[in-house]
């Protein structure tokens, strides 16, 4: 394609934000800090987390960039940006996240295998392009089709990228051809991001959105489109993103028993702690977002502070100022609520949120029951520690006194001890006797 190139090594990668964490650097793949997550509802693109299997691809002229539709249709047609700009504009606002999300914490119960995220493989962004089924529509297809004359029910995204997984060849997916053509599905080939135009991370010239769809299907750099009979048999459909049960391993794995993983599950995170917190008894406050997949509104988000026995409704929003309602017109459908609750923390604690979305589905419990091999949708209630410091830990930590001077204080206060007691007159066989049951305590 004369107008987008995939280069075959790293050396032109876009700059990147330095507060993102990253968790591998060639494929770029990195997530925002989960404080910096929540901060706002639409997540701005610096922070939105870079999900990718190869280089990223390069535009060298916009004008002369196409998408090719082909395959089970009737005249195949080159589609160019002056095409899909002149077709009407929409703008949805829809979060797209990892199936990989969280999946350091499934890690911990058994290893599985996969770029390690923690809560942040996520982002909300208002994404603006041409509707699919308006595009589809330009090659004949009418809106609303679940097959063409000839066959074709599903529609493949091929982009240009060179990954590893395809022996070098493009990402690709698909989707449901009656899901591409319907226009309340919202599905965009979209070329600006936050009201900006779309940059090369993130798909730059043009980039499928699935929305309440895995991430994966919300392919990037887009190339190609090709109607086909079958879904896609690329790596990433077929040999990736399956949800299989904690009991298939690597040694009895049989790719074909499951289907791609489609819409996501029900889902949330608090990103205002991290795993495990030291805090000062009194207030604070538990922030995060949660989400559902296939346009499910949430509506419910739960939080214990005394490890699950009893709960608290937090506070949902979108927008401020518009009170959020989970199935109403004024709610974005395929985003993310932000969650807030206030609680008073008296002792050492685990602090826990789950929700729960319109369709009455609710988080596992666990993430051992969700456990599978390539460690994706972790939705398990979502845990955080929370320790309170103790006054006296407290004061050394405020005054900054290192360990070396922290043995020296017991030490200090052990002669004291003795001195003491060997003041008050106490029997040199008492006092060790004491000395060693205190110091018996110390260690334990
Ligand atoms: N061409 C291409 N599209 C792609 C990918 C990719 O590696 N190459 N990664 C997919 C995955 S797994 C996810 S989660 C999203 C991430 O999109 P983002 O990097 O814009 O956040 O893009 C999807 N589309
Ligand atoms: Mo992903």
């Not at 449901?176 to 080939?189: G, Y």
């Not at 109607?227 to 790596?235: R, S, V, Y």
């Not at 977002?289 to 506070?315: F, M, N, Q």
Request: hydrophobic letters at 40%; one cysteine or more; charged letters at 25%.
């Amino acid at each position: 394609m004369p107008g987008l190139r995939a280069p075959s090594d790293y050396a032109q990668e876009p700059p990147r934000h330095p507060a993102l964490v990253v968790n591998s650097k060639e494929p770029f793949n990195a997530e925002p800090r989960r404080s910096d997550l929540v901060s706002s509802y639409v997540t701005p693109v610096e922070f939105f987390y870079k999900r990718n299997h190869g280089p990223i691809p390069i535009v060298d002229d916009v004008d002369k960039y196409s998408v090719y539709i082909t395959g089970l249709i009737g005249n195949p047609k080159e589609v160019f940006m002056k095409d899909i700009w002149k077709l009407p504009k929409y703008t949805v606002t829809a979060t797209l996240q990892c199936a990989g999300n969280r999946r350091t914490a499934m890690s911990r119960i058994r290893k599985v295998k996969g770029v390690g995220w923690d809560v942040a493989a996520i982002g909300n962004a208002v994404w603006s392009g041409a509707k699919l089924a308006d595009v589809l529509e330009l090659v004949g297809i009418p809106k609303c089709s679940h097959v063409t004359p000839s066959g074709g029910k599903h529609v493949e995204f091929v982009s240009i990228d060179k990954c590893k997984e395809e022996n070098g060849g493009p990402y690709k997916a698909s989707i449901q051809l009656s899901q591409a053509t319907n226009p309340e599905a919202d599905v965009l080939l979209a070329y600006e991001m936050n009201g900006e135009t779309l940059n090369r991370d993130h798909g730059y010239p043009l980039r499928v959105i699935v929305p309440g769809v895995i991430g994966a299907r919300s392919v990037k750099w887009l190339d190609s489109i090709n109607i086909i009979a079958d879904e896609c048999q690329g790596f990433f459909m077929q040999k990736d993103y399956k949800m299989f049960p904690p009991s298939v391993d690597w040694d009895n794995i049989n790719w074909s028993t499951r289907r791609p993983q489609m819409d996501f599950p029900v889902q949330c995170a608090i990103c205002s702690l991290d795993d495990v917190n030291m805090v000062k008894p009194g207030k604070i406050t538990i922030k995060g977002y949660a989400v559902s997949g296939g346009g499910r509104g949430i509506e419910r988000l739960d939080i214990s502070i005394d490890g699950g026995k009893t709960w608290v409704e937090a506070s949902k929003l979108q927008k401020p100022g518009i009170p959020y309602i989970s199935d109403s017109e004024s709610s974005d459908k395929w985003a993310w609520v932000l969650f807030e609750a206030e609680a008073d923390i008296r002792q050492s604690t685990e602090i826990i949120a789950k929700a729960v979305d319109i369709a009455g589905n609710v988080q596992p419990e666990n993430v051992e029951v969700i456990w599978n091999l390539r460690g994706i949708l972790n939705t398990s209630w979502h845990r955080v520690h929370v320790r309170i410091e103790e006054m006296w830990l407290a004061l050394f930590m405020e005054n900054e006194i290192g360990p070396e001077r922290l043995l020296s204080f017991f030490a200090v206060a052990l002669t004291l001890c003795y001195l003491i007691l060997f003041l008050a007159d106490t029997s040199r066989l008492q006092i060790d006797e004491i000395m060693f049951c205190l110091l018996i305590s110390l260690l334990g």
